[in-house]
């Protein structure tokens, strides 16, 4: 393993010294925290050989291969070593990841890589220079938002090397849950599209609730799609309560002051629309949790530009599945013919797609069955 480590490590630093040596230390931490992943891996029978493993977490691996082996006999995805591998790394997550916007925008600031392209995000392993990266922004003027990610793909690049693995961030997770984030990151590995990171995660985001919903209804248990269902309907009620927001910020930042420039004005329509969502989420019906009581108290345009990546798109790739019949093979490569047109023509595609989507019932939510409610999309955040 550590020769494989070491081949790893010198590969991806090869590709990154291209980047200029400016780059060099924030390069060389993401290969090193990388590596420092693979290493921290082990194949999942010798976790369950292992008599030091706990059964709790010899339950969840056996249940998390289950997932593996349907998602690609099921869900038409990769079969490779990816997620058959188990790595304890003994922190909240795997890396956490800064996102920042303009104070009047809901674009955010990107930063461009080899292999990914430019995405709207730039991970840390380390939580503390995650921060300095964030007060570096902020200095520059821009909100900023830093969140834990507690899964990453490599896009099936590092598959000869072990591929990604299970990791003790997630594998806890409410079983419809750990199925929707493997089908997630395997997702990634079907179909990336540099530069648009809309496209990539909005598609993996639809293979996850398509995926987790078919999952539930032909794997899970009565116990776990009940468990699943208060999960995702405290998910969806603050989806729900936040999308409205997004909606109204992006009106004030495109209303007529804003085109003439009266900043005055735009930031107490902004401050308006922020008070109304704090206010609205204080009277929230739904159960109160940190972690939605932590994503208000930082809620900025940062927070919800991130939401909306994963959110935005998603209605229009399960209006596609359900064009192609709700057959997978078929729609993973009605995704890659997207995925190869200019981004002009992949964007005019997805418009005329929308007015489908916005016809059709959502195809995850036809599929889950009567234990769990019809619900909202966006599933990104807290």
């Known amino acids: 393993m550590k ?14 010294a291209l980047a200029g040596c400016g780059s060099l230390g924030y390069y060389w931490q993401a290969a090193s925290g990388h590596v420092g992943v693979m290493r921290a891996a082990r194949p999942v029978p010798d976790w369950l050989q292992d008599a030091g493993t706990p059964e709790a977490l010899k339950s969840r691996l056996v249940l998390a291969q289950r997932i593996r082996r349907f998602a690609s006999a099921e869900l038409g995805l990769p079969d490779n ?30 930063w461009c890589f080899p292999v990914a392209g430019c995405v709207g995000y730039r991970g840390y392993y380390a939580e503390a220079a995650a921060h300095a990266e964030a007060a570096t922004q902020i200095a520059a003027g821009f909100e900023v938002t830093v969140y834990p990610v507690h899964a990453y793909s490599t896009l099936g690049w590092m598959n000869w090397a072990g591929g990604d693995p299970l990791l003790s961030t997630f594998i806890g997770y409410p079983e419809g849950e750990l199925a929707r984030i493997v089908f997630h990151e395997l997702a990634h590995q079907v179909v990336y599209v540099p530069d648009d990171t809309a496209f990539n995660e909005s598609f993996a985001t639809a293979v996850e609730r398509l995926g987790g919903a078919r999952w539930l209804q032909r794997e899970g248990s009565e116990a776990a799609r009940a468990e699943y269902a208060a999960f995702d309907a405290r998910r969806q009620q603050f989806r729900a309560l936040s999308l409205q927001t997004r909606r109204d910020l992006a009106a004030v930042y495109a209303s007529k002051e804003a085109q003439a420039g009266d900043w005055a004005s735009v930031a ?42 994963y959110d935005d798109r998603v209605p229009q790739f399960e209006a596609l599945f359900v064009q192609e019949g709700r057959d997978w093979p078929r729609f993973h490569a009605a995704v890659k013919r997207l995925a190869a047109m200019p981004k002009a023509e992949r964007d005019a595609a997805l418009k005329r797609i929308d007015r489908i989507a916005g016809a059709a019932r959502p195809a995850s939510a036809a599929m889950i069955g009567p234990s769990i409610p019809a619900r909202p999309h966006g599933d990104h955040g807290a």
């Open 3 to 16: 020769r494989v480590v070491a081949w790893a490590l010198l590969a991806v630093c090869a590709g990154l």
């Open 81 to 110: 070593a990816s997620y058959t591998a188990y790595a304890d790394l003994q922190r909240a997550a795997v890396v956490w990841n800064v996102v920042a916007a303009p104070a009047y925008s809901l674009n955010l600031k990107t």
């Open 268 to 309: 107490a329509q902004k401050a308006a629309a922020m008070d109304d969502f704090r206010a609205r989420y204080a009277g929230w019906p739904g159960p109160r949790q940190g972690a939605y009581d932590a994503w208000v108290a930082r809620a900025n345009n940062a927070t919800f530009a991130a939401q909306g990546v």
